[in-house]
T-cell receptor
């Protein structure tokens, strides 16, 4: 089955700086890679996703890049704000796996004002 | 439009007790999922249902059963609760399009403690 590793486990940045979270996956058949943000005590919420036919996707201050050859993908948050503080999870799912996501272990991001 | 609704929000059980966690979605999604989230870990898939009438095991199915009651509802049952099942349980749902994965939408979770 799929295995997803996520680094770093914690990340502290100054407000206004950029944050980068990296994930690697094991199954070369994986083709869908969502990112979720989870605030303390709340539900995971989708913030951006990318499919294997695309190398990069942006949505305002958030971007995701995918390197299929190396089997890794990254989340980039620019101009961080205190409300970006949360736990971020990457996930992957192989094609035809019934949309069954395998999650990374999460990255706790703290944005210091 | 409530999205995905889970009940109860909190529950404390004694070892050996049974209970059912309820989940309902109003987005007309075909697929539904149950995950558990332990402290410091990501979500792990327990069971999923691609469509009404079908269920399939995920990564950690032992000790659980599920029922896809209809298109809206997907329940998770613990027959004999064990302390190792103390966790936060999330239900999710998604559309199902042929060979194209769709975003999953999560409920607020059920915080379950087993003593």
């Amino acid at each position: 089955g799929e295995n997803v590793e996520q680094h770093p486990s914690t990340l502290s940045v100054q407000e206004g700086d950029s944050a980068v979270i990296k994930c690697t996956y094991s199954d070369s058949a994986s083709n869908y890679f969502p990112w979720y943000k989870q605030e303390l005590g709340k539900r995971p919420q989708l913030i951006i996703d990318i499919r294997s036919n695309v190398g990069e996707k942006k949505d305002q201050r958030i971007a995701v890049t995918l390197n299929k050859t190396a089997k890794h993908f990254s989340l980039h948050i620019t101009e961080t704000q205190p409300e970006d503080s949360a736990v971020y999870f990457c996930a992957a799912t192989p094609r035809d796996a019934g949309n069954k996501l395998t999650f990374g272990g999460g990255t706790r991001v703290l944005v210091k004002p | 439009n409530a999205g995905v609704t889970q009940t109860p929000k909190f529950q404390v059980l004694k070892t050996g007790q049974s209970m059912t966690l309820q989940c309902a979605q109003d987005m007309n999604h075909n697929s539904m999922y149950w995950y558990r989230q332990d402290p410091g870990m990501g979500l792990r898939l327990i069971y999923y249902s691609a469509s009404e009438g079908t269920t399939d095991k995920g990564e950690v199915p032992n000790g659980y059963n599920v029922s896809r009651l209809n298109k809206r509802e997907f329940s998770l049952r613990l027959e004999s609760a064990a302390p190792s099942q103390t966790s936060v349980y999330f239900c999710a749902s998604s559309e199902q399009r042929h060979r194209t994965d769709q975003p999953q939408h999560f409920g607020d979770g059920t915080r379950l403690s087993i003593l």
